[in-house]
């Protein structure tokens, strides 16, 4: 049986209960009247008749005494009974009757919350980023709080802004003002704060002086696994901050978007540590495979070069391993201004790069390896940093089908360089035997 159908049971008994015992100390009462009132009436008139007989004048006398008295107690028990147990009982039906009532409403509230929630959760779970889950929070806001402006405001990169991510599409921004996280002060108390009044003396400082006059604001601030995010700032007419089920909801918003996109930012995190170079900051040599695998595939003409720094050991060893990490950091600032920006630049491993240059031959793609050597002795010289070169080794599509051989050959082409005086350019294919190619393994460094 449902709470409806026990509260309706239950209120139905109840009326059925109060109206009978009311009609039936009604009916009692009227009984007890119409009894004395008639005996009394036969009395009087029996009176009359004996009035010649003073005995049986006052047997009658007494007889109508003793009617009066029970039909006085009789009252009395009926009134006892309405009061002691009839009205008590029917108060008891009529509180559990507003128990079931109130238990009702209490697990409505509470079914709601849960359907929101788990709703709240399925569409920020769907969301494969952070413009999803900033759409999301959008949504829920023109559905939760249509009429409030408010803001969902996020730490950029550098943890030391807040930038606007969404608003409220039917009520527009907030307009905090605050620009820094630990600036709110629902951030630095990491807890939801509730101001009814800006006018207020300790109302937050970033709610006065508004143009708009008064206002009442909660601010919601966003955190996950203890890092400060954010804030969701939601503001509304001066006295009249939002409670109850509206807070709820929108604490629950700040609290699973979080979730969510701390949770997006930590994949992102993990996946660009595990697809790039943490000294160069370039893709590694996976990623560049993938990437140059999936150009093959789509049958795009591009150019491959390997690079490779030369005598890059003695660089190491006469100025130590903190100069070879400034020259590689320095080659791949110089590269990276050189390329286009749909140009793939990869650190390959150690000293050694590759280029990848899409929609370019390798005798066109000699002129940009060109410029990035001249470059980089002029990027040497400004950082008044030891002198770096760099051999390099380029071929294209139409010298193999496959990544594997097109590196190899471009590699082949580098070794030639280095054989031939290094710091230069050398198109591939060429031709290298067993025995060349063991010296330039050795020239390599």
């Given at each position: 049986?449902?709470?409806?159908?026990?509260?309706?049971?239950?209120?139905?008994?109840?009326?059925?209960?109060?109206?009978?015992?009311?009609?039936?100390?009604?009916?009692?009462?009227?009984?007890v009247?119409?009894?004395?009132?008639?005996?009394?009436?036969?009395?009087?008139?029996?009176?009359?008749?004996?009035?010649?007989d003073?005995?049986?004048?006052?047997?009658?006398?007494?007889?109508?005494?003793?009617?009066?008295?029970?039909?006085?107690?009789a009252?009395?028990v009926?009134?006892?009974?309405?009061?002691?147990?009839?009205?008590?009982?029917?108060?008891?039906?009529?509180?559990?009757?507003?128990?079931?009532?109130?238990?009702?409403?209490?697990?409505?509230?509470?079914?709601?919350?849960?359907?929101?929630d788990?709703?709240?959760?399925?569409?920020?779970?769907?969301?494969?980023?952070?413009?999803?889950?900033?759409?999301?929070?959008?949504?829920?806001?023109s559905d939760?709080v249509?009429?409030?402006?408010?803001?969902?405001?996020?730490?950029?990169?550098?943890?030391?802004?807040?930038?606007?991510?969404?608003?409220?599409?039917?009520?527009?921004?907030?307009?905090?003002?605050?620009?820094?996280?630990?600036d709110?002060?629902?951030?630095?108390?990491?807890?939801?704060?509730s101001?009814?009044?800006?006018?207020?003396?300790?109302?937050?400082?970033h709610?006065?002086?508004?143009?708009d006059?008064?206002?009442?604001?909660?601010?919601?601030?966003?955190?996950f696994?203890?890092?400060?995010?954010?804030?969701?700032?939601?503001?509304?007419?001066?006295?009249?901050?939002l409670?109850?089920?509206?807070?709820?909801?929108?604490?629950?918003?700040?609290?699973?978007?979080?979730?969510?996109?701390?949770?997006?930012?930590?994949?992102?995190?993990?996946?660009?540590?595990?697809?790039?170079?943490?000294?160069?900051?370039?893709?590694?040599?996976?990623?560049?495979?993938?990437?140059?695998g999936?150009?093959?595939e789509?049958?795009?003409?591009?150019?491959?070069?390997?690079?490779?720094?030369?005598r890059?050991?003695?660089?190491?060893?006469?100025?130590?391993?903190?100069?070879?990490?400034?020259?590689?950091?320095?080659?791949?600032?110089?590269?990276?201004?050189?390329?286009?920006?749909?140009?793939?630049?990869?650190?390959?491993?150690?000293?050694?790069?590759?280029?990848?240059?899409?929609?370019?031959d390798?005798?066109a793609?000699v002129?940009?390896?060109d410029?990035i050597?001249?470059?980089?002795?002029?990027?040497?010289?400004?950082?008044?940093?030891?002198?770096?070169?760099?051999?390099?080794?380029?071929?294209?599509?139409?010298?193999?089908?496959?990544?594997d051989?097109?590196?190899?050959?471009?590699?082949?082409?580098?070794l030639?360089?280095?054989?031939?005086?290094?710091?230069?350019?050398?198109?591939?294919?060429?031709?290298?035997?067993?025995?060349?190619?063991?010296?330039?393994?050795?020239?390599?460094?």
């Amino acid at each position: 049986m449902t709470t409806d159908s026990r509260v309706g049971v239950l209120d139905g008994i109840r009326r059925r209960f109060s109206r009978r015992w009311k009609v039936g100390i009604a009916i009692g009462t009227l009984l007890v009247g119409v009894n004395w009132l008639g005996y009394r009436l036969a009395t009087n008139d029996v009176m009359e008749r004996l009035a010649g007989d003073p005995e049986a004048v006052a047997s009658v006398r007494r007889m109508a005494e003793v009617n009066a008295f029970l039909a006085f107690v009789a009252l009395a028990v009926l009134a006892a009974l309405a009061v002691l147990f009839f009205r008590p009982l029917d108060r008891t039906l009529s509180a559990e009757a507003q128990w079931i009532r109130d238990l009702e409403e209490s697990q409505s509230i509470d079914v709601e919350k849960r359907r929101f929630d788990h709703e709240l959760h399925e569409a920020l779970e769907m969301a494969s980023d952070e413009a999803g889950a900033t759409a999301v929070v959008r949504h829920v806001l023109s559905d939760v709080v249509p009429e409030r402006p408010a803001e969902l405001k996020l730490a950029d990169s550098s943890d030391s802004h807040l930038v606007v991510r969404s608003e409220s599409p039917t009520a527009g921004r907030a307009g905090c003002d605050v620009a820094a996280p630990y600036d709110c002060p629902a951030v630095r108390k990491a807890q939801p704060l509730s101001f009814p009044s800006s006018g207020a003396v300790n109302a937050c400082p970033h709610l006065r002086g508004r143009v708009d006059g008064g206002c009442s604001a909660n601010c919601v601030p966003l955190s996950f696994m203890g890092r400060s995010m954010g804030v969701l700032h939601v503001i509304g007419p001066d006295h009249e901050p939002l409670d109850g089920s509206a807070l709820e909801k929108v604490t629950s918003l700040a609290v699973q978007t979080s979730a969510q996109i701390g949770t997006l930012r930590a994949f992102a995190k993990a996946q660009l540590q595990a697809s790039t170079d943490g000294l160069t900051g370039l893709i590694n040599r996976r990623s560049a495979e993938e990437e140059l695998g999936q150009w093959l595939e789509r049958g795009e003409q591009f150019s491959l070069a390997v690079i490779d720094l030369d005598r890059f050991k003695r660089l190491n060893d006469a100025h130590g391993h903190q100069a070879g990490d400034r020259a590689l950091r320095l080659f791949a600032d110089t590269v990276r201004r050189t390329l286009r920006s749909r140009d793939l630049f990869a650190r390959w491993g150690g000293e050694e790069f590759v280029v990848g240059l899409p929609g370019m031959d390798r005798w066109a793609a000699v002129d940009t390896l060109d410029r990035i050597r001249l470059a980089l002795v002029e990027a040497c010289a400004r950082a008044e940093a030891p002198t770096v070169t760099a051999s390099f080794g380029v071929v294209d599509t139409a010298c193999g089908e496959s990544l594997d051989v097109l590196v190899r050959l471009a590699d082949d082409a580098l070794l030639s360089a280095k054989r031939s005086g290094r710091d230069r350019v050398v198109v591939g294919p060429i031709d290298i035997g067993p025995a060349d190619e063991h010296v330039s393994q050795l020239e390599r460094t």
